[in-house]
């Protein structure tokens, strides 16, 4: 008959190597869970972005066609506000074949240094 009592538990190597397993683990899950944020911030943007672009458009379309407006060339910077950010954009007016048309570059930034727009759409816009 053995007289002694049974020792129940983890030795101080199986805690060091579980809290180690368990460590690298959730340093994986926090890497995954930060990419997965910032991507979603990024993808916000530049839905808000293309909106914005959007817009700017279809203002140049709705406006009277005819020879009280037609949009001297060259480009014109301005902000706007929208969801709780203001945006920088840019659109330029170009020339093409028909001289009856024009080119916009509708271009969206989200600060005022227009370094690398967020969004960039190109349309054409009819005199009549």
Do not use: C, H
């Amino acid at each position: 008959m053995l007289t002694g009592s049974i020792k129940k538990g983890f030795t101080l190597i199986e805690i060091m190597i579980a809290l180690s397993i368990f460590g690298i683990i959730s340093t994986a899950v926090f890497k995954s869970v930060t990419d997965s944020v910032s991507q979603s911030r990024g993808l916000k943007e530049r839905v808000v972005a293309q909106w914005i672009a959007e817009n700017e458009i279809a203002k140049l379309r709705m406006l009277p066609r005819g020879e009280d407006f037609w949009p001297a060339l060259g480009t014109r910077r301005y902000p706007q506000k929208m969801a709780m950010q203001t945006w920088q954009i840019e659109v330029r007016f170009m020339v093409t074949d028909n001289p009856l048309m024009r080119r916009i570059d509708v271009a969206v930034f989200q600060d005022s240094t227009f370094d690398k727009p967020l969004i960039e759409l190109t349309s054409f816009l009819g005199r009549y």
